[in-house]
């Protein structure tokens, strides 16, 4: 154990990998470890004095309701909306805040390195008041950095700021109302099924509910409903294939039958014809446009679209991949690259990687970014920020999943100041006795972005020439009998596109929103679709009657509103605690007043989700 060494300066940072590259880029001469209560610290000097980095793991402070209230069969769940929260250390951080309090003891200078997010911002209040109960007289300054690399590290610590105590206030704001909300609703669920059974839920089992968690498992749970509600309907098409110099081409009447007598009687017609008569022979070059800066959601969106990987993973990915220094900060709503942003001096550094030819083209050019139309003010979008190999990033991560995020980003970014790709869009449109029958096709001329990006490369499909006027022969009719489809389940990338568009959750929490409903049991991820349990569907069902509310996206998009007013300060705390908690009483009467028949509707989802998983388990 160290004693209280004088410290001119101590670092503050989110995670180990980012508090050990800061002392790597600032140290003047060696890096020295030393571990306090079990906490890797990193000791170097700067100018002659001593500073000592060190990383957290996130939040070290929760909210938390006093323990007298933390007894569920005791306390009626209505009180929580009485009892203001309070803050305190997270369990699994206590060793994390010992070591903070004995550096900061002795420390001058703390610069507060967190994240330069909301969620950041927090974290950085909580270590300073740690800090500022044991030294009182310590300076605190704020470090903000888009990626951890030396040239960014060092331009922040040369230019720091202050706390923006709108943004934590913000985030406190937040959490009070999710715990109150979250606790009260989650009791209620659980208390209402244990006394109606006590053998419904296992030991230690509840059913929980959540501010964000349970408007996504509506989202969820309505599109299923539409699913199961749909009717299918029959109805006919009718189709010709050609001959245009010996290629054989289909092309498809413009309407659909509802009635097989009425699309047998029009093939009756057509069949009696020979010739195929061109009114519209249509061949324009078109171009398709690159994508957009990459932000949080677009990445999530993209990984699970592309990839195959779960929007959490990808994103818990991606920020290990920015910790070690290989891509920019992952947590971002901007799409549009700052004038700050060297995009020549990143592509020099992708020269060094497994893109590095297709860098060096573009280097050779004279490149126009992409611009999308958000920019959040804090992060540029996400960018590589060194150039590696496939084989160098799965030496150091172990995971081949990590080279493929890491190329999506690299790939991505060399996309947006790519040239667009130009296609040729063709359409033939044929009439045969006053019927109208088309095809469209597809040729690419020149591949574009789409040679660095082969994500979105589009079907190709090539028609030939022909010219108002030709007449082609009808080499064969037919009709054929279809059926309606019901939409499909909400898949990831769209269910994050909706949280988007509702505000529900942020770019930092989405997935995990998502995340907490599977590993509650409410919907389960099957080929990248959201499918919704029978007690997913209950939950949403006894909500719905007694709380519509409370399961509303757009109940969440006014509160996100409100909190963004706290940011401001057009809005106090106080008064956004007020006006929801208020809501959310109104809505907790008439659930008790229904308390019975909820908790039948509970205990029957259960019993047919244990006996689902049983027939599982037999059949595996």
Known sequence: MIGLISIESLVVAEKDSVAKAIAKYLAQGSVGIRRIYGIKTYWFTKDNKQWVSIGLKGHIMNVDFPEELNKWHSVEPSKLFDTEPILVIREDTINYVRALSRLGTNASTVYLALDADSEGEAIAYEAMLVIRNVNPRAIFKRVLFSAVTRNDIIKAFNSPTNLNPGLAKRVFTRMILDLTLGAVFTRALTLSVER????????????????????????????????????????????????????????????????????????????????????????????????????????????????????????????????????????????????????????????????????????????????GDSNDGAHPPIYPTRGATRQEILKR?????????????????????????????????????GHRFSVDGLKIIDKGYLTIYPFESPSERELPRVRVGDELSIVKAWVEERETEPPPYL??????????????????????????????????????????????????????????????????????????????????????????????????????????????????????????????????
């Open 196 to 371: 109606a059974d006590r053998n419904a839920l296992a030991r230690g089992s509840f059913l929980s509910y959540g501010p964000c968690q349970t408007p996504v498992l509506n989202l969820v749970v309505q599109r299923a409903l539409e699913r199961e509600n749909f009717r299918p309907e029959k109805y006919y098409t009718l189709h010709i294939m050609v001959d245009v110099n010996g290629m054989k081409v289909v092309l498809n009447h413009d309407g659909t039958f509802k009635d097989r007598q009425e699309a047998e009687k029009v093939l009756s017609l057509v069949s009696s014809r020979a010739k195929a008569r061109v009114i519209i022979a249509n061949y324009r070059e078109d171009f398709i446009e690159p994508p957009v800066p990459l932000d949080t959601i677009e990445l999530e969106r993209r990984a699970s679209r592309f990839l195959n990987t779960r929007p959490k993973a990808a994103l818990d990915i991606a920020e290990e991949l920015y910790r070690h220094g290989y891509i920019s900060y992952p947590r971002t709503e901007t799409t549009i690259y700052p004038p700050t942003l060297s995009l020549r001096q990143v592509l020099l550094e992708l020269t060094h990687g497994e893109h590095g030819n297709y860098a060096k083209t573009l280097l050779s050019m004279s490149v126009r970014p992409t611009r």
């Open 397 to 433: 991560f172990k995971n081949e999943r990590y080279w493929k995020i890491y190329d999506l980003v690299v790939r991505h970014f060399l996309a947006t100041l790519s040239p667009p790709t130009r296609v040729e869009r063709q359409k033939i449109i044929a009439d045969v006795s």
């Open 491 to 620: 898949s990831e990338s769209e269910l994050l596109r909706l949280m988007r568009k509702y505000g529900i959750g942020t770019d930092a929490t989405m997935q995990d929103h998502i995340h907490t409903n599977v590993i509650r049991g409410y919907f389960r991820i099957r080929n990248r679709q959201c499918i919704p349990t029978p007690l997913g569907k209950a939950v949403i069902n006894v909500l719905s009657k007694t709380g519509n509310e409370l399961i509303d996206p757009l109940f969440r998009s006014r509160m996100e509103k409100s909190l963004m007013e706290v940011t401001n300060g057009s809005l106090r705390p106080d008064d956004v605690l007020f006006t929801f908690k208020s809501e959310a009483r109104k809505i907790y009467e008439k659930f008790m007043d229904k308390q019975k028949e909820v908790s039948m509707e509970l205990i029957k989802a259960l019993k047919e989700s244990l006996s689902n998983r049983k027939m599982g388990s037999k059949a595996s």
